[in-house]
Structures are given as C-alpha cells and as structure tokens.
C-alpha cells in the first residue's frame, strides 16, 4: 500500500508526539490535553516561562497558562528547562493540530522530504541534485517569519496568487501535501486555522520573471496579515558570481549576505543538468 | 531551510564578523553505510577548528529523537564533563542527521578548514559516492575570499529579496538583528526583550544575554559575540 505525505501527516500524532507516547500508554492517557500544557498542579506562578515563547502563547495570572489557539507546539517552553518543576508537559497532539509541531519544532523530521525542519534541501543539496539551474530562479516564500507566525489560511493565498500567475508549489514541499485541489491551490479546509511559527513554499520560475515575481510579492504583501520572507535561488555564472544584478530591477533589496552552496558534492551523483 | 539568508546586521565595512558553515545529504542518501562517519569525521574536523556555536551545543540533556540509545550516554557523560559533552554531541548528531552547522568569527579558521576538508575528505567522499554538499552563510564578499583562499568556487546563491506583508509590526532593526539569528524563529520578540531589559537593570551581562540568547536555537546558528555587541549597544538606549 502506499503511503501519501497526507497520510503521515494525518497519522503523526503518534509518529511526532513522541514525549506524549508514554504518557499515552498510561491509563490517564485519555485526560491529556490535545495541546501542550501546563500542569496547573507543578507550576508556581514564578513566570520564567512567559517570554520564551516565540508566539506569545503563554500567560501569567497566578499561575501560567497556555493559550491552545496561539501555541505552535514549537517545543522550546519544554525544551529551555526553564521551568523548575517541569510543569511543561506534551499534549496528545491529533491530526490537524499535528502541522503545528511538524512546521514550529525543528526536532520534528517531515517524512515527506526526509529533512530536520519545514522546508526542503533547498540550495544545500544543489551541487548534487541540480534542483535549481541556470536559467531559472528558485523562489522562496517564507511565511509567518519573523517574529509573528501564520495561519495556513495565509499559506493557502499565497498558493493560490503563484497558481494563478501559471506558477505551481514544488511537488516535493511539504506544504504540497496539503493541497486539496490543484487546480486552484486550495488546502484542505481542516488545516486552515492552523497555526505555524513558519511555512516555507517553494517555486521555480523561469530567469526572465524576475520583474513579474516582484509585482507578485508586492501584491501579496498589501493583501496578507502576516509578514513573509521571500529568497531567491540562482545558479551562479560560469566565473562563480551571482546574476541577481542581470535578473532584477536596479535598486531591488537584497541584503549583503546569503548562502553559497560550493559544489563540493559535484558530480557524486548522475543527474541531469 | 532558507533562514540564514535573512539574517540581518552584517554589513561588508565589518568582514569576516560571522561565517556558518553547513553540511547537508540529499535525504535518500542518509542510510548509505559509511556516510554518517563521514559526516561524524567533518564534525570532529569543525570542532579542530574552534567555532563558536554548533548544532545542538546547548542540548545535551535534551531528548533528542535522533539520538535513540546514545542520548542516555550522552546525558551519562554530561554529568561528568559538560564542555566535553557539548562537543561528542556534533559527533553524536552528525553520524545520524542529514544536516550538522557550525559558525565561525574568524575568515581564517573556515578557510583552514576548508582546506583541511579539501586535501582529503571531499576525494574520499568522490570515491565513496556520498553526497556531502558544503554551504556557506555569511556576508558574500567573506565567502568569496573563502572560495579564493581554498580553491573553490560558488556553485549556487540563495539571497534575500527582503520583508513583505504587515512589517509595521515588527521589532526594532536592531531586535531584529538579534532574532534573526535563529532561522527557525525559535527566539521570539518578548525573549529578546526580556534580555534587553535585564542586561539594562544589570540582571544579566551583555555576555550572559548572548548565550541566554542561542539557548533556544536547536541549529547552533547563533552568533554569541555578534549578538553581545548588539546587547551592550542597545543597554546604552
């Protein structure tokens, strides 16, 4: 039988959970919250745990709680040891809430790409699968980042702007697995208010829309509610520089720094350029 | 992955302040025998190299999947040596991981090792067949004086075309500066709030805000003494 990307992530509640296991063979296994959570009964109300939250998830009356809604089941409140009395506990986490820890928590492998975290190989392995080539530019999107996170809902539209432009999300990406049609990008309505501190999607286009994919982006910025980053992917010239300069408008940002895949894995394995 | 290349602050009139080197397999090749003492040997050689940070360097008491039986070992070993711990941990994870990262303040030292790597391990690699891509992140013009000082050359870009969407409500430039550097959004803006006000009332030191600072970051991508500088200056405001 094969076995989908959807189905791993509908059946990772047991698969990444994998601190609420134990406790799930307990027979109070059935009170655990869906969510991670705070044993009201250990904590001491002393507050240590409140800002290291990325999302701003956790409150302190007398006593601190997690807010379900705005918790990406990221993992660092449990992670830090922060707490004292390791009041920080692991939740039962159930299909869709699951996308939440796959695409916040690094620790978390998508097995649908193999890799530690929520994108693909990216750049990184580009010296050996030539996913990205001369003449095309690998787009990037990276929503929710920094600082505020996003909602799927968010993801969803920005598939569907790339779609309707005739540029489709890579088959390989995680988020792919979500789509619900294809034709038009939609995902699958139950993922929607989901919550992720980021969800990264990828796109290649063809080297001569770079002006067009920044119109994209500009438009995309005054439509969503969240912020995104946006990275491109381009092989370099034959004397090893980039061609950002012959690919976008002058006065385009970019920042001085990037990545550099050096080629060092070249040639290893027998792909088509 | 496409976080290292938003990290902000770095600018080209202060080279060589920050350079991370990644290792990465193509995820069908992670079960091919002998790649993971490959990638367990280019830890060791990192470590030769004096970083700064690596992977999972603050995590050697925490569960990590990854690890299975190791990490009993590894918390066992922590408990009598923790500097010692914090480095078998590079060993540990990069024998079973896809991916392992370390960050550099000194040009001269990645070049070192660069060339370390190209003298030997990245022939054996050619002969084994195993697919051990190495990636740079930093300012472009250290990378490419990297690339002149150790014969080799750039193969593929990932750059930034910036920020869209509702940035009106995003930090500071100069938070910013200090949350970017975790990729993965781990460290968020009340966390670097909290450091900035507790090395202004003197809690905390610029020192111990900046490692305060990476503890959250699983990739080790965090630059201690790039953020310290960040930490002193913004205890002035």
Same mark, same amino acid.
């Given at each position: 039988?094969?076995?989908? %990307?959807?189905? /791993?992530?509908?059946?990772?509640?047991?698969?990444?959970? =994998?601190?609420? *296991?134990?406790?799930?063979?307990?027979?109070?296994?059935?009170?655990?919250?869906?969510?991670?959570?705070?044993?009201?009964?250990?904590?001491?109300?002393?507050?240590?745990?409140?800002?290291?939250?990325?999302?701003?998830?956790?409150?302190l009356n007398e006593k601190a709680q997690i807010n379900p809604e705005e918790c990406a089941e990221c993992g660092v409140c449990y992670r830090s040891r922060v707490c004292p009395k390791d009041a920080i506990k692991s939740g039962r986490l159930r299909w869709p809430r699951?996308? %939440?820890?796959? /695409?916040?928590?690094?620790?978390?492998?998508?097995?649908? =790409?193999?890799? *530690?975290?929520?994108?693909?190989?990216g750049?990184?392995?580009?010296?050996?699968?030539?996913?990205y080539q001369a003449g095309f530019i690998g787009v990037f999107v990276e929503l929710g980042r920094p600082v505020l996170g996003t909602r799927f809902r968010e993801v969803e539209r920005v598939i569907k702007k790339f779609k309707a432009k005739g540029y489709s999300i890579l088959e390989d990406n995680p988020v792919a697995e979500l789509i619900a049609e294809p034709e038009t990008g939609s995902l699958l309505p139950e993922v929607l208010d989901e919550k992720a501190i980021s969800a990264l999607l990828e796109f290649i286009i063809p080297e001569s829309a770079g002006k067009e994919l920044l119109v994209i982006l500009q438009e995309l910025g005054r439509e969503l509610e969240t912020v995104f980053s946006v990275s491109v992917a381009l092989r370099a010239l034959p004397d090893g520089?980039?061609?950002?300069?012959?690919?976008?408008?002058?006065?385009?940002?970019t920042l001085p720094n990037g990545k550099v895949n050096l080629g060092f894995a070249q040639g290893i394995i027998k792909r088509k350029e | 992955m496409s976080h290292t290349s938003q990290r902000r602050g770095l600018s080209p009139a202060e080279p060589g302040k920050e350079l991370i080197v990644l290792a990465m397999i193509p995820s069908e090749y992670q079960n091919k025998t002998g790649i993971g003492s490959a990638m367990a040997e280019l830890?060791?050689?990192?470590?030769?190299?004096?970083?700064?940070?690596?992977?999972?360097?603050?995590?050697?008491?925490?569960?990590?999947?990854?690890?299975?039986?190791?990490?009993?070992?590894?918390?066992?070993?922590?408990?009598?040596?923790?500097?010692?711990?914090?480095?078998?941990?590079?060993?540990?994870?990069?024998?079973?991981?896809?991916?392992?990262?370390?960050?550099?303040?000194?040009?001269?030292?990645?070049?070192n090792l660069l060339n370390e790597l190209k003298s030997d391990w990245v022939a054996n690699n050619q002969k084994n067949g195993y697919p051990i891509s190495i990636v740079l992140s930093g300012l472009f013009s250290d990378i490419h004086h990297c690339c002149q000082k150790s014969h080799c050359q750039e193969h593929t870009y990932l750059q930034s075309l910036g920020i869209f969407g509702v940035a009106q409500n995003l930090p500071g430039e100069k938070e910013l500066e200090l949350i970017t550097m975790c990729g993965h959004g781990l460290?968020?803006?009340?966390?670097?709030?909290?450091?900035?006000?507790?090395?202004?009332?003197?809690?905390?030191?610029?020192?111990?805000?900046?490692?305060?600072?990476?503890?959250?970051?699983?990739c080790g991508i965090v630059n201690p003494i790039r953020a310290e500088e960040i930490f002193s200056q913004l205890a002035k405001k």
């Open positions: 039988m094969k076995v989908t %990307r959807r189905d /791993f992530f509908k059946s990772s509640a047991t698969l990444t959970a =994998t601190s609420a *296991l134990s406790s799930c063979l307990s027979s109070q296994a059935e009170s655990i919250p869906a969510h991670r959570w705070i044993d009201q009964s250990l904590c001491i109300g002393c507050g240590g745990c409140v800002p290291i939250c990325p999302m701003s998830a956790i409150q699951t996308l %939440r820890e796959i /695409f916040s928590n690094p620790l978390s492998e998508h097995k649908s =790409t193999g890799v *530690l975290g929520r994108g693909t190989e750049i990184k392995t580009n010296d050996s699968a030539n996913r520089s980039s061609p950002f300069k012959n690919l976008f408008p002058s006065g385009t940002f | 830890g060791v050689m990192m470590l030769k190299h004096h970083p700064e940070n690596w992977i999972l360097k603050n995590f050697t008491t925490t569960k990590i999947p990854q690890l299975g039986p190791a990490q009993g070992f590894l918390e066992w070993f922590y408990q009598r040596s923790p500097a010692r711990a914090e480095r078998l941990t590079i060993r540990l994870v990069a024998s079973v991981s896809t991916v392992i990262t370390a960050l550099w303040t000194d040009k001269e030292k990645v070049i460290v968020g803006n009340n966390y670097v709030r909290d450091l900035i006000r507790k090395v202004q009332t003197q809690e905390l030191s610029p020192k111990e805000a900046s490692l305060k600072l990476a503890e959250p970051c699983v």
